[in-house]
């Protein structure tokens, strides 16, 4: 309201030309509004389009595009640059890629699994006994080995990790993780596969609260480790408890271990101390 009364004020005082922008304190502009034109509309454009071979534009990329073809009237800085695209309230150079839901049967597939996170299956509540388990792989994960020990946060200072590290190759990271108690069980194979899947769910099977369960559901996506009857078969005849059930196509992300890997391996490294690989939970 003061804002509109001041305005309101300036209008009666003076007319349309009270609307104008009084001057200003500090240095004034020294970029033109043509020039700040310029640079946004090249900025929307992709490379490609205009010959740079380039899947999207850097500072300094774009600074060089402008100067070469004379698009602003005098040289800017990249920090002016990236200033005048920060400014900018549409940014269609930024991008989020995303997919539509192809699966025809999405609904009734993700109502299956909402509904055991809510504690019923085909409409009834799960029993007492009834367990949850969410499975899923991350592979290809670098293997590193930091050359000097990270040394601990001190008052004043954060922990420190060694920039320089060795490489111990490549290693896939299953993981299961208990919906209802959080606990995380993992392997690290070599490679990721059926028989790797199976290992890891026998192991978690094996343990008697899972073993001895009247129904263990098994959350999965369609990955190759556990793509339809291939997994769905030989999982039911080694624990006949077991219950697996498939996320719909392309949406990996309603089973609940995907929360494990976004918080627990942002970095999508596993490191290496004294010769060997730290896993966040291993399956006994």
Avoid at 23 to 28: E, F, I, L, N, Y
Avoid at 168 to 188: I, K, P, R, Y
Avoid at 239 to 264: C, G, K
């Amino acid at each position: 309201m003061n804002t509109v009364r001041k305005w309101r004020g300036r209008f009666a005082e003076r007319g349309l030309a009270g609307l104008r922008d009084l001057p200003r304190t500090g240095r004034p502009r020294e970029i033109s509004e043509a020039d700040r034109a310029a640079v946004v509309a090249l900025a929307c454009q992709l490379p490609a389009d205009t010959g740079v071979p380039l899947s999207r534009w850097t500072g300094p990329e774009l600074k060089r595009e402008l100067e070469d073809r004379a698009l602003v009237s005098a040289p800017m800085a990249v920090s002016s640059l990236l200033r005048i695209l920060a400014e900018n309230p549409v940014k269609p150079w930024q991008y989020q890629s995303w997919i539509f839901p192809r699966d025809p049967d999405f609904e009734a597939k993700a109502t299956v699994i909402l509904d055991l996170y809510q504690g019923f299956y085909q409409g009834e509540p799960l029993g007492p006994g009834d367990r949850i388990l969410s499975f899923d792989a991350k592979p290809s994960i670098q293997a590193r080995g930091r050359i000097h020990q990270t040394l601990p946060a001190a008052p004043g200072r954060p922990a420190r990790v060694e920039h320089e590290y060795v490489r111990h190759g490549a290693l896939a990271l299953l993981a299961g993780l208990d919906v209802h108690t959080g606990q995380v069980f993992a392997s690290t194979p070599k490679t990721t596969g059926i028989v790797p899947f199976m290992d890891l769910a026998g192991q978690v099977m094996a343990r008697p609260e899972y073993k001895d369960a009247p129904r263990v559901f098994v959350i999965v996506d369609n990955g190759s480790d556990h793509r339809g009857k291939a997994a769905i078969e030989p999982l039911r005849k080694a624990h006949p408890n077991a219950v697996m059930i498939h996320t719909p196509v392309h949406a990996s992300w309603l089973n609940q271990v995907e929360v494990f890997f976004i918080w627990s391996l942002p970095g999508a490294v596993l490191n290496v101390h004294d010769g060997h690989l730290s896993a966040l939970a291993a399956a006994s």
